[in-house]
């Protein structure tokens, strides 16, 4: 006879069941299924709209989204036309055929202000109409090549022109940032005889020459100034350098055994410990020879 589960014996056997399986057999007669909460549909959801757009992304070409033009504001559209502009008149009237929103942003006195001059001749010999309204407008919106070069024009124009109003459309052109108007700012007052004068025309060259652009700047005048009458009643060599001890002096340059100027193939020296006045000394010759005086 078979013992039963209590010591006892009976006409049956009760086979012995652990605790734990029992719970789980229990857990599972009672278990209900319960139906999803709202918070978790909401999941769903937005777990199948991710992979909606990651699987549109990955059939297109690419796998790079790109910004529609029409998304963005005016002003960064008249950024962007600006600093094209400013690098070219041809660039500015390419990126005008490309659509209709950077056409719409090209008029804004911005871009006006900005656009580039490099194209034109200081002294327009034979303009047409197109060039002649386009500069006029440059002028009227206070574009600063266009005060650069009215104020070289009126200042060269001697005796018929007017160097001190020359002088002062310069001057307004160098505050607007004009770098090329402060080299010829710079170097018409280091001719001055005036300490003042010349004062202010070293604030201008050190401004450069920390930006390590005098070089640049000169080839730039040079180039503009080729077409101009230089008067020499206008500039005149100023008799006193600025550094006194240029005998001595560890500014100046020393190549193939003779003293030469800081040219064209050695750029503003990174060495800014050297002497300044000595340094637009150099500059001068270059501007003196520019001048032929």
Known sequence: MARTRNGGSGGCSIP??????????????????????????HQTNLRLVK???????HTRKGAYSTTSIQTLPRDSLVEVVATVAAHSFI????????????????????????????????IQWSPNNKETSFLNRCREYGNIESLYREGLRKY?????????DGVRILKIAAEKGHNEVKYVCGMISLCSDDDEVRKLGLEYMHFLRKLKCVVSCRKKVKQL??????NNVVLVRNSHPLCKVNSTCKGWRVKKDRWVLVDDDDDD???????????????????YRLFNI
């Not at 100034?225 to 230089?230: A, E, M, N, Q, T």
């Not at 050297?274 to 001068?284: A, I, V």
């Open 16 to 41: 012995h069941v652990s605790p734990t399986v029992a719970a789980r057999r229990m857990h599972a007669t009672t278990h209900v299924v319960q139906p999803p909460s709202q918070q978790s549909l």
């Open 51 to 57: 992979r909606k757009r990651s699987k549109r992304q």
């Open 91 to 122: 660039d500015l009237h390419t990126i005008k055929l490309c659509c209709k929103d950077f056409l719409a942003a090209a008029p804004d006195r911005y871009v006006w202000q900005r656009v580039s001059l490099d194209t034109f001749p200081l």
């Open 156 to 164: 060269f124009n001697y005796p018929n022109g007017k160097i001190d």
């Open 225 to 230: 100034l080729k077409s101009v009458w230089k």
């Open 269 to 287: 020296d990174d060495d800014m410990s050297l002497c300044e006045y000595c340094r637009w000394d150099h500059e001068l010759e270059f501007f």
